[in-house]
């Protein structure tokens, strides 16, 4: 039971998270992880991993403090020039997340290899093998509020991704409120990576499904995202489990079904926005 309402949560932070980003930034090819909360949150449990152990608590904790910094550099980052914020935003998204999935790389280069590397490989495919109650209590909190803060802030992405001229003049602080929504969506995606590990495409996937159900209008694409999302991660939870003698990790198989439809949207998109 705590394994499948772990992997229900960690799809719905995963996919509203996308579809919150894909809104602020008006841009269908971005995802939970835009703004290197992934990578950050990812080198944070390899460091706790390298430094503890692979059962530790300081995983939680590492991996939702780096995850922080680096949504925190991202929006430094994007700050530089008020003019294009969204740009920037992306832009610094892009280095942050270079720079973690680097010292990630030195994480693994410096481990034991007989016995941190192989946790540290196994826990960044993702996985929800070793989950238990403890993992429920630490991970439900942050994506509990995470979601439920996009949920009730869904109106004001509408507007935000209509851009800052036209949300002031609907008397909307865009700065303010891109920062709320950023806030909730890191703190989502941050707790679901410390406790399954890195889990791509969902954020991408799970998103557009949605849009054609129900459109553009996140009103209602990010209650269907949550749902879609839980119930996509715990099918293919179940098949990861089922499908061979030897559980394969989560994030090998969505990034297999990731793959060809991030192909089909760069078709469909032309690689822009809507």
């Given at each position: 039971?705590?394994?499948?309402?772990?992997?229900?949560?960690?799809?719905?932070?995963?996919?509203?998270?996308?579809?919150?980003?894909?809104?602020?930034?008006?841009?269908?090819?971005?995802?939970?992880?835009?703004?290197?909360?992934?990578?950050?949150?990812g080198?944070?449990?390899?460091?706790?991993?390298?430094?503890?152990?692979?059962?530790?608590?300081y995983?939680?904790?590492?991996?939702?403090?780096?995850?922080?910094?680096?949504?925190?550099?991202?929006?430094?980052?994007?700050?530089?020039?008020?003019?294009?914020?969204?740009?920037?935003?992306?832009?610094?998204?892009?280095?942050?997340?270079?720079?973690?999935?680097s010292?990630?790389?030195?994480?693994?280069?410096?481990?034991?290899?007989?016995?941190?590397?192989?946790?540290?490989?196994?826990?960044?495919?993702?996985?929800?093998?070793?989950?238990?109650?403890q993992?429920?209590?630490?991970?439900l909190?942050?994506?509990?509020?995470?979601?439920?803060?996009?949920?009730?802030?869904?109106?004001?992405?509408?507007?935000?991704?209509?851009?800052?001229?036209?949300?002031?003049?609907l008397?909307?602080?865009?700065?303010?409120?891109?920062?709320?929504?950023?806030?909730?969506?890191?703190?989502?995606t941050?707790?679901?990576?410390?406790?399954?590990?890195?889990?791509?495409?969902?954020?991408l996937?799970?998103?557009?499904?949605?849009?054609?159900?129900?459109?553009?209008?996140?009103?209602?694409?990010?209650?269907?995202?949550?749902?879609?999302?839980?119930?996509?991660?715990?099918?293919?939870?179940?098949?990861?489990?089922?499908?061979?003698?030897?559980?394969?990790?989560?994030?090998?198989?969505?990034?297999?079904?990731?793959?060809?439809?991030?192909?089909?949207?760069?078709k469909?998109t032309k690689?822009?926005?809507?």
């Amino acid at each position: 039971m705590p394994r499948a309402i772990l992997a229900g949560l960690v799809g719905a932070s995963l996919a509203v998270s996308g579809a919150a980003f894909q809104g602020l930034f008006f841009n269908p090819l971005v995802d939970s992880g835009m703004l290197g909360v992934s990578s950050g949150a990812g080198f944070g449990a390899a460091l706790a991993i390298l430094l503890f152990n692979r059962s530790s608590i300081y995983i939680y904790i590492f991996a939702l403090f780096f995850g922080a910094v680096a949504v925190l550099l991202s929006y430094i980052i994007g700050r530089t020039y008020n003019t294009t914020p969204t740009i920037m935003l992306v832009l610094g998204g892009t280095v942050v997340s270079s720079i973690f999935s680097s010292l990630i790389s030195l994480t693994k280069y410096v481990a034991d290899p007989y016995e941190k590397l192989p946790a540290i490989t196994f826990w960044l495919l993702g996985s929800f093998a070793s989950v238990s109650r403890q993992d429920l209590i630490v991970g439900l909190p942050p994506m509990t509020i995470g979601i439920l803060g996009l949920i009730l802030i869904r109106w004001r992405i509408n507007v935000l991704s209509m851009g800052d001229r036209e949300a002031h003049t609907l008397g909307i602080n865009s700065n303010l409120n891109k920062l709320i929504a950023i806030g909730f969506a890191t703190l989502a995606t941050a707790g679901a990576v410390c406790v399954s590990g890195t889990i791509g495409w969902i954020g991408l996937i799970i998103p557009h499904i949605g849009r054609m159900i129900a459109g553009n209008d996140n009103k209602k694409l990010i209650p269907i995202s949550c749902i879609l999302g839980a119930s996509f991660l715990i099918i293919i939870d179940n098949i990861a489990r089922t499908l061979t003698s030897g559980e394969i990790p989560i994030g090998i198989l969505t990034s297999m079904l990731g793959g060809p439809f991030f192909i089909y949207l760069l078709k469909r998109t032309k690689g822009g926005s809507w």
